[in-house]
């Protein structure tokens, strides 16, 4: 792929499940918008969801060679380094995560025999076996189900309306075809049918039966999400602990959106 011509919207990515070493993301409260409201999904279910994750190949505080330039951790949302491709997202609904994302936790939820009522029995979907009840809470911005330090609005995952994530076979000729493996192009949309962000990664049967089961993926874009590796480090040596501590760091700077997206697979 280093013999290609890279375009604005060529980016780097990767493909994995939510409750993988280098995302830690198993226990995050994540929501549906329906018809009839946000959905919220439980966390002890929805541990495998499949995520897809795009950074930036070209951004403010990326110099050449890949090297990141320091970024201050930002005090509140309105003290964030503006980075244009954050804030075009932000533009078209993608939510912003918040400095402390990467911190925020919910237990598992109390099992109950009385939780059996959540599913349509007419026609269930995926989501219906998934969702939880939310407990009444006396205010939108009380504390629930352990979560600390829950920023209203924005300390779970959203679904975001209008926004596409696209897998294709790669048709393009690259050096993985000599060695038979398998690609795929991921084309993160937006609501207009515009392409925000293309990245090419290896073909998982397994990621890719997870995205069409659940119809969303967990689509998370940024400056740092781990994917990119310290300078003169090879990928073999660049841990999934290593990569989470950069997801982290990305996170507490300010510079990652995401949310749920919904899938539209074309194998």
Not at 55 to 63: I, K, N, Q, T, W
Not at 65 to 86: C, T
Not at 183 to 208: C, I, M
Not at 248 to 260: D, E, I, M, S
Request: hydrophobic fraction near 35%; charged fraction near 25%; glycine fraction near 10%.
């Amino acid at each position: 792929m280093s013999s290609r011509q890279f375009e604005e919207v060529d980016d780097l990515g990767n493909i994995l499940f939510c409750d993988d070493l280098a995302l830690r993301l198993e226990c995050v409260l994540m929501g549906l918008e329906t018809a009839e409201g946000t959905v919220a999904l439980d966390p002890a279910q929805t541990r495998h969801m499949p995520a897809a994750l795009f950074e930036f190949r070209r951004a403010l505080s990326v110099g050449g060679y890949g090297i990141q330039y320091a970024v201050p951790k930002a005090a509140s949302l309105d003290e964030v380094p503006k980075e244009p491709q954050i804030e075009g997202a932000v533009l078209f609904g993608m939510r912003r995560l918040p400095p402390e994302f990467s911190e925020l936790r919910l237990p598992d939820p109390p099992r109950s025999d009385d939780d059996g009522g959540c599913v349509d029995r007419k026609g269930p979907t995926v989501f219906d076996e998934l969702r939880i009840r939310e407990p009444p809470r006396r205010d939108d911005d009380e504390v629930y189900f352990g979560m600390r330090r829950r920023p209203p609005g924005h300390a779970d995952l959203r679904s975001i309306p209008g926004w596409e994530l696209h897998e294709t076979p790669d048709d393009q000729p690259g050096p993985w075809q000599h060695f038979g493996h398998d690609y795929s192009r991921l084309e993160l949309r937006t609501p207009d049918g515009n392409v925000y962000s293309r990245t090419w990664v290896p073909h998982d049967p397994e990621w890719e039966a997870a995205a069409r089961r659940h119809g969303y993926v967990v689509c998370l874009c940024g400056v740092e999400l781990g994917v990119r590796a310290p300078y003169a480090m090879t990928a073999a040596q660049y841990t999934p602990d290593m990569r989470h501590e950069y997801f982290r760091y990305g996170c507490a700077v300010g510079l990652t959106v995401g949310g749920l997206v919904a899938y539209v697979g074309h194998r």
